[in-house]
């Protein structure tokens, strides 16, 4: 079975800082996608990002660009410039089949002005 | 092109009542997903629907639950008979299709269902 884990259950960075959140995966698949959301506190799931594996290059979107490294089953968020709107619940998750979401614990930002 | 529409957005209900959750995908979307998201936890899966059809049911509680996705109409998320351990929030989640080798399109989530059994 595919597991997600997300090893920080809380990080914290200053506004316009830069900030990196860890997520890991266990998987026996070669082709598989993996996906950061955002859970703000109005609990809205808000898709940030999405990487194929088969892909080398590392996704970017503005400040958001991920560190995927396949085979250390690595898949990491960076966020530049941080600012408050930011703060919320990352979630990374893992799909091979188009059937689900696995989703890791989750990593609690927080945004210091 | 609106988003996925959950409702209601929050729901409350005795012990033993049946709750009945709605997912509208977005347009053009064939494809549902219903995640269970615990209190300080992350979303679980527990079914995977396209219209008419039962894909993936593995994560569906055996007994009080059910899912369907009719031709016409939305989503619905059944569970019956409630007891307090059902409290959680319930996501609806949607994408257009699978391409062609099982590739993935992304899925877009609703807002969620808030039920809390008392």
């Known amino acids: 079975a595919q597991t997600v884990t997300q090893s920080q259950p809380e990080m914290s960075v200053q506004e316009a800082e830069t900030v990196t959140l860890s997520c890991t995966y266990d998987t026996s698949e070669s082709d598989y996608y993996l996906f950061w959301y955002k859970q703000p506190p109005s609990r809205q799931m808000i898709l940030v990002i999405r990487?194929?594996?088969?892909?080398?290059q590392n996704a970017t979107e503005n400040r958001f660009s991920v560190n995927f490294q396949k085979a250390a089953k690595s898949f990491s968020l960076k966020i530049s410039d941080s600012q408050l709107g930011d703060a919320a619940m990352y979630f990374c998750?893992?799909?091979?089949?188009?059937?689900?979401?696995?989703f890791g614990e989750g990593t609690q930002l927080t945004v210091n002005p | 092109n609106a988003g996925v529409m959950q409702n209601p957005r929050h729901l409350v209900r005795r012990r033993g009542q049946e709750a009945r959750l709605r997912c509208s995908p977005m347009k053009g979307h064939s494809h549902v997903y219903w995640y269970r998201q615990l209190p300080e936890e992350g979303l679980k899966f527990m079914v995977y629907?396209?219209?008419?059809?039962?894909?993936?049911e593995s994560g569906m509680p055996k007994e009080r639950f059910s899912a369907e996705f009719p031709k016409e109409g939305p989503s619905i998320l059944r569970i019956q008979q409630v007891v307090r351990g059902d409290s959680a929030a319930y996501f609806c989640?949607?994408?257009?299709?699978?391409?062609?080798?099982?590739?993935?399109?992304?899925?877009?989530f609703g807002p969620g269902t808030r039920l809390l059994v008392l």
């Open positions: 989640a949607s994408s257009p299709r699978i391409l062609a080798g099982g590739n993935q399109e992304t899925q877009y």
């Open positions: 998750a893992y799909d091979t089949s188009g059937s689900r979401l696995t």
């Open positions: 990487q194929e594996a088969y892909k080398q």
């Open positions: 629907l396209q219209k008419e059809n039962i894909i993936d």
